[in-house]
């Protein structure tokens, strides 16, 4: 038996959690990211896990495919450091805000779940933050977070990489399953407003 009487070094994302906006709660966080991070993802096996298209075992077995857009958050609640996943409706107010404004950083996000469903729809509204962002943490390395807590490989098997991050989430191309083509997603470039999010979001699970 080796003693050893200092705890190890923390990981490189030690004590970052990821979490989803919870329903009966009033969420209100700091962005400390630049750009948010996207990638098409499925509910598979009751868990989010990316598409891997064109060799992707959900897609094959005919699990659809959505869009989640990723952002590192800092709670102005409980003060802690997490990584925030939001579905395609409800970032389409942060993609908005990013395209006019150019970074995200320092901009105050609120959010809350317009029903008590786990998986109902998210309602976002983002404005800037007018106060001190002198102490706001250093922003989360998303891809190299999500690729790690998801078991992946930095880059693509074919060699080719991922689009950059921020990427305009309008109009995505989704690959489809080996034997099929590939296929477009709806825009999505409208205001997250409350009546859209009752009209046409499935919520995320």
Known sequence: MQWKDRPPAPTEFGGIRLGRVQPGKDYEALITCESMAGHDTHWWKRRTVPCTAPDCTACCEGTPARW???????STRTRI????ELTSLAAAAVAEYEDRHGSLRGALLRANRLGNRPNSPVSVTIVPFDGDLRTLPHAVDLRRFLETIWSVKPNREDGQDDPPA??????????GPPTC??????????????EAAKSNGKGQK
């Open 81 to 84: 450091h997490s990584v925030l």
């Open 181 to 194: 083509k590939t296929r477009p997603l709806k825009s999505v470039h409208h205001p997250a407003t409350i």
């Open 68 to 74: 989640h857009g990723y952002l590192s958050v800092f």
């Open 166 to 175: 921020g990427q305009n989430i309008r109009n995505i191309i989704v690959p």
